[in-house]
């Protein structure tokens, strides 16, 4: 239809995206290659009565069957960030740096802060969310080992999230004027493909994921639910600052569904005071509690769907509190049985850097896995100062 009204959220900006994938899995030219966010398979197995074991490789299987060149789990990028964004932390840590660090990998946070709270900016991590470096990392590095051009490198996402169709678009991500994500699917579209290519995952026999980004930590795998991200930095502080290896991996006072989680771990001489929020009201609250000096921590970790990325918008809908509990269970569970639990184990993530990036937090790493941010304040008084600014349009 013809809409003229303008849509606040941007939603009404949203356009089917399968034709796009469609064709490029169509197009002899094009090196298709799937990512998989953490979240997703809590959600698969949910879906399909798939055993939690099994669910990637179904996925990786069915997606094969749908025409994919390459399919990857977005927890090997998760690994990456969390290399960037825990060596981010102890820089700030040890060299005065803005405290709380805030992490940025939820882009419906980053679009919120940017509009609600442009003052709160100087907090948000500079890391590339997963999604983003491994755009970049498909663009910039895995494109040259494959020998194909960059832009015959059609990179797509599935993920449980439809701000991130909204991330992908944004004019930053891309380089040199080409996208580093092409297209994002969530995980209700490729439930669709299936049903509509007549792909049956009970019947599926599972494929392995590709080789080069296969292996994933758990670390990693717990990025897909409320207090992930914290707890896979501290996994990486914990061994940085001590120089020990860990024993134990588990930080309970991070973990579950509550909206707001506080809790102090000591590592060696020193205290790390954390907070994990996850829903749009308790951020804002958490935002007022900064700019009031209420708000005494070091670390702090903000997701907009509450829970976590689980519950995200691109996800079927938890019909019950307990699917929710289980789909928390489904990655905690993945993350006890991984044969690595830490990000810095992870022996591709070792070898990127020592074939392309060098060290964590270098200038290669600035250059393709961190960004920038910028006021979008919707106040009266701005509008009027500054043209209003065209939000991308999302295909
Ligand atoms: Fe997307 Fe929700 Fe996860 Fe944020 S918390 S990245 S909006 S699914």
Known sequence: GHCTTVCPTGALTLKPTLPHVYRAIHDPELTVVAQIAPAVRAAFREYYAIDAADVMPVLSAGLKQLGFDYVFDTCWAADLTIMEEGTE???????????????????AWVNYCEKMAPDILPHLSSCKSPQQMFGAVMKQ????????RPELLY??????????????????????GIPDVDMVL????VIAMFRERHIDPHVLSPVPLDDLFGKV???????GASGGVAEAALRLAAERVTGRRMEGFA????????????????????????????????AQNLIDRIRSGDAPYDLIEVMACPGGCINGSGNPAPLLTSDTEQRLD??????????????????????I??????????EISHHALHTTYRRRSMRVQETAEKPREQMPVIE
């Open 353 to 362: 850097y020592a074939n392309w990036l060098g060290q964590p937090y270098s």
């Open 186 to 189: 969530t995980t209700n579209d």
């Open 330 to 351: 489904v990655l905690y569970r993945l993350d006890e049985d991984a044969a690595i639990r830490t990000s810095q184990d992870n022996p591709s993530v070792q070898d």
């Open 89 to 107: 932390f102890l820089s700030r840590l040890a060299e005065g740096g803005v405290l709380p660090q805030i992490t940025s990998c939820c882009p």
């Open 155 to 176: 990179f797509v996402s599935i993920m449980p999230c439809n701000a991130k169709k909204y991330e992908a678009k944004r004019p930053e991500f891309q380089t040199d």
């Open 251 to 282: 930080y309970e006072g991070v973990r579950g569904l509550q909206g707001v989680k506080e809790t102090t771990v000591v590592l060696g001489d020193s205290q790390v005071r954390l907070a994990v929020v996850s829903g749009l009201q308790n």
């Open 217 to 223: 930590s758990g670390a990693g795998i717990i990025f």
């Open 141 to 148: 590095y895995f494109a040259k080992q494959l020998n194909v």
